[in-house]
């Protein structure tokens, strides 16, 4: 029997041998993870390699942690979990150093470091080449790709382009599957993990070509980033929280300790007197321009407790009532016109005070009482 027949005999017992197990609850988990058993998950080619006996490891690290002995990379579609600037540069030093890896891009998730330094942009979609099935499309490899494979069963979804100052290769026609340099290793780029999925992996030529990149392995299938990110330990919160709590402790016993510097001498405390508060609401009072009105209230009031005291009537006009007025505030008529039309508000309440001032009797009334 050739390897040929030896290998699709393989690939057909795997299959049936994972569809017997799954039969009673395949799941439909869409993540291509490689202990995922249903339609997306990419588990048979996982069994296939580790019947064929190719050493297999399912990673669960970060790929900084990537083993030595690993010659091979396997990264299914990663998204749950993103790729770090620190593993994108891990993962080129292992190529360089001579790994194979096979880098299978997330459709919805790009732009992490690792796309960024493969010039990853997107590309357009493919032809359907399978009447029965419209999402399959057939990539025809180029010649000495991989040894015994033609053909690739992908879906029709969007493609990937590489940048144009990448230096790489298109290797199918049309343009979904691509080969980049770095040192002495090679990455193969495509959009997807169609070609590696549960129920895909059997189409075309997509066992061999697996087998012909990763050679006799190991190979390393990523898991990690399939995962998402657990919580913080508890101890790490506890370790915060402490660090937190002491140092608003600190900055509490800062605040209410006692200095070493010299005490500050003590504000002297000047109390004003009672005239320069007059003073200053005067002021105050004249650059309100309120004055005016102060003034007209002022006289107003005035003129209303005379009438009512001396019972004048209110109708008088100033002259008349100065007249009336003189015999009472024993002062002549003028004098109250005069201190009636004073303008200022100081100088109108000093006019009537001295008017309402006590003053003896005329020398008449004097006489007269005599």
């Known amino acids: 029997m050739s390897r040929g027949s030896r290998l699709s005999v393989g690939l057909i017992v795997t299959a049936l041998v994972l569809g017997l197990v799954g039969s009673s609850g395949r799941s439909q988990s869409p993540i291509p993870s490689a202990n995922n058993p249903g339609p997306k998950g990419v588990e048979i080619a996982r069994v296939w390699l580790e019947e064929a006996g190719v050493p297999v ?6 790929l900084t942690e990537l083993p030595q002995a690993v010659r091979a990379l396997v990264l299914p579609a990663p998204a749950t979990r993103p790729i770090e600037r620190e593993e994108a540069d891990a993962v080129r030093d292992f190529v360089e150093s001579g790994g194979t890896v096979l880098y299978l891009v997330d459709r919805e998730v790009m732009g992490g ?13 493919l032809p359907v080449t399978n009447a029965l099935d419209g999402h399959e499309a057939t990539l025809t490899l180029a010649e000495g790709v991989a040894k015994g494979a033609r053909t690739l069963s992908v879906s029709t979804l969007r493609t990937v382009q590489l940048g144009e100052d990448v230096s790489g290769e298109a290797l199918s026609e049309p343009k979904a599957l691509w080969r980049v340099y770095w040192g002495d290793g090679t990455v193969f780029v495509a959009a997807g993990a169609d070609l590696l999925e549960n129920a895909r992996f059997h189409r075309a030529d997509n066992a061999r070509f697996l087998a012909a990149i990763v050679g006799g392995g190991p190979v390393w299938f990523d898991e990690y980033h399939h995962q998402a990110a657990g919580p913080t330990p508890l ?16 900055l509490v016993l800062f605040g209410v300790g006692r200095r070493l510097g010299p005490a ?14 007059v003073d200053a609401f005067a002021a105050l009072t004249h650059r309100a321009k309120i004055d005016v009105e102060l003034v007209e209230d002022v006289r107003r009031r005035r003129l209303a407790d ?4 001396f019972g004048l009537p209110p109708e008088l006009s100033t002259q008349e009532l100065a007249e009336r007025l003189a015999p009472h505030l024993r002062c002549p008529a003028q004098t109250i016109v005069q201190a009636l039309g004073q303008t ?21 009334a004097r006489a007269g009482r005599a």
Not at 57 to 62: C, E, I, R, S
Not at 235 to 250: C, D, E, N, T
Not at 354 to 364: C, K, Q, W
Request: charge should be positive.
């Open 344 to 364: 200022e508000l100081p100088a109108l309440l000093t006019a009537l005070d001295a008017l309402e001032a006590p003053r003896p009797a005329p020398a008449t």
């Open 264 to 277: 500050r001498p003590p504000l002297a405390v000047v109390h004003r007197s009672a005239l320069e508060y």
């Open 306 to 309: 005379w009438s009512r005291r």
């Open 57 to 62: 490891t399912v990673g669960h690290a970060p």
């Open 113 to 125: 470091p690792l796309d960024t330094a493969l010039g990853l942009r997107r590309g357009p979609t």
């Open 235 to 250: 101890g790490r919160s506890l370790w915060a929280i402490a660090a937190q709590l002491g140092l608003v402790f600190l």
